[in-house]
C-alpha cells in the first residue's frame, strides 16, 4: 500500500461518473429523446471507459437507474454497475472521496464556495464509501476504513494534483478563494495539505482562475503532472487573450518551482478565441482537463483549429499511452469538462467483482 495518495497514471480499478439527471444544472440541456448532445456525451465516455477498466455510474433514483441502463445497453453488464445516490450535480471529481495509505478523507466540499447549493454532493463522499463497501464492489484497505476523514477545510478533487512521489501541486488562489473565512497564507495551507495527504510536498501557484471557471481557479484547468516529474501547463503568446496575465503568471510560478525541484515544464497552448455556452457565457475550454485511464489517456477537444495539434502534443509526449480525443463541448455547457466529470479508484485500493 502506497503512503503517497497515487498519480492518475497509476493502475486504476474503475472510473466514477454522475449521469446527468433533471434534478441538477443540466435540467435546460435534457430533452425527452434519447439521442441529445450530452447524453450521448456521456455514453461515448462511459464506453471509452470500460474499453480500460471498470465504471460505477450514479443514478439520482430507482427511475433514473432504469433510464441509465437503456442508454449504456451496448456496455456489458459486468462492466458496469449503478448506484443510487442523490446529487446535486455531476462534477465529481470536486466532491467525491479521496483514497490513500489506508485513509479515506471527505473533502467537506462546499460548492465552491458556496455559490451553489450543494447539501446533497457535501455527503456524496461518504455515501459513496458506504455503497463501495456493502454494494457491488469487495476492497482490500477500503475495509479497514468505516468512515472518511474530514478535511480540515473545503478542498476539491480538481484542484489537488498528485504526482505519486509525496508531491501535490495546487492552486492557492482557489483554495483562499472557497474558504473566505480561511485566513491562512500559503505556508500555512501548505503545512497542512502536508499533514492531511501525508505529503513531503505541497506546491502552490497563485493564480486567478481562468475566464468562466466557477470554481475559483482548479488546478486541473492549468497544470498537471504526467510523471513524477514532467508538468504540461497552459499558455497562451497572445496578449490579447483573455487569460493572459492569468497563464502568465501560471508560467512565472511554474518556472520558480522548476527551478527548486527540477521538474521539466512543457507547455501546451491555450484556446486560441473564447468559447461560450447556449446562455452566451465565457466557458473555460481547457485542454488540461484530461483524465487517465490505466494505459490510456481522455483529452477534451472542443472543435477548435488547435485540438489537432494539442492531440499530437499529447501523443507524443506519452507514447505509452492511448490517446483519445473526445468532444467535450457538451460537458463545458455547464463549465466542466472530462477530469471534473470523472473520479478513478485507484487498483491498489479497490478489487470489484460485478454482482
Known sequence: MPVYP??????QKATVVVWPHLYSDWTHYL?????????????????????????????YDSAHQQHIQRQCHAIAEDKRVIFMIKTNDTWVRDFGPQYFAQQGLDLQFNGWGNQYPCSLDAAFAENLHRQLLTQHATTMAAHTIQHLRATQWALEGGNLEFN???????????IANNNPTLNLSVEEVRQQLCQQFSLDHALAVDVPALAGDDTGGHIDTLARFIDEKHIVYARTHQTKHVDAIALAKLEEDLQALAAVHGFQLTA?????????????????ASYLNFAFINNALLLPLYNLDSDATVLRQFQKLLPKHKIIGIDATALIEQFGSIHCATLHL????????SK
Open 346 to 353: 485507484t487498483a491498489d485500493f479497490f478489487e470489484m467483482d
Open 6 to 11: 497515487s498519480a492518475e497514471w497509476a493502475p
Open 164 to 174: 505519486g512521489s509525496g508531491v501535490l501541486l495546487f492552486n492557492y488562489r482557489c
Open 268 to 284: 501546451v497552448e491555450a484556446s486560441t478565441k473564447p468559447l461560450y455556452n447556449q446562455e452566451n457565457q465565457i466557458v473555460a
Open 31 to 59: 430533452v425527452t429523446g434519447a439521442d441529445n448532445a450530452l447524453e450521448e456525451h456521456y455514453r461515448k465516455l462511459c464506453e471509452h471507459i470500460t474499453a480500460h477498466q471498470q465504471l460505477i455510474i450514479i443514478a
